[in-house]
């Protein structure tokens, strides 16, 4: 069973920047899909960025020239560098892995961003 681990959350004021780190359990990135999502209080959890195993990136149009997603294969870690947040950016941010066959999602713990003055 692969296990994700997130970490860099934290309190940002607002036009400040976070870089949030995820690693995996062992070297994933040529057979998994990798993305990070977040989800706010009360809100339904979105794809804030992903990238293919392939190293293609989909960003969602909210965060689109502000976050970048990233991987060091050196390190066995994925990032999002998260710039320009806005109070609207705070949530907890999920790190995801996918793989399509066989058929399988992990998800890490969360790590919890606050964007506020």
């Known amino acids: 069973q692969v296990e994700l681990v997130e970490s860099g959350g934290g309190l940002v004021q607002p036009g400040g920047s976070l870089r949030l780190s995820c690693v995996p359990s062992g070297s994933i990135f040529s057979i998994y899909d990798m993305g990070w999502y977040r989800q706010a209080p009360g809100e339904q959890r979105e794809l804030v960025a992903s990238?293919?195993?392939?190293?293609?990136?989909n960003y969602a149009d909210s965060v689109k020239g502000r976050f970048t997603i990233s991987r060091d294969n050196a390190k066995n870690t994925v990032y999002l560098q998260m710039n320009s947040l806005k109070p609207e950016d705070t949530a907890v941010y999920y790190c995801n892995a996918r793989r399509w066959s066989p058929k399988l999602e992990v998800w890490g713990q969360g790590t919890l961003v606050t964007v506020s003055s």
């Open positions: 990238m293919s195993k392939y190293g293609s990136t």
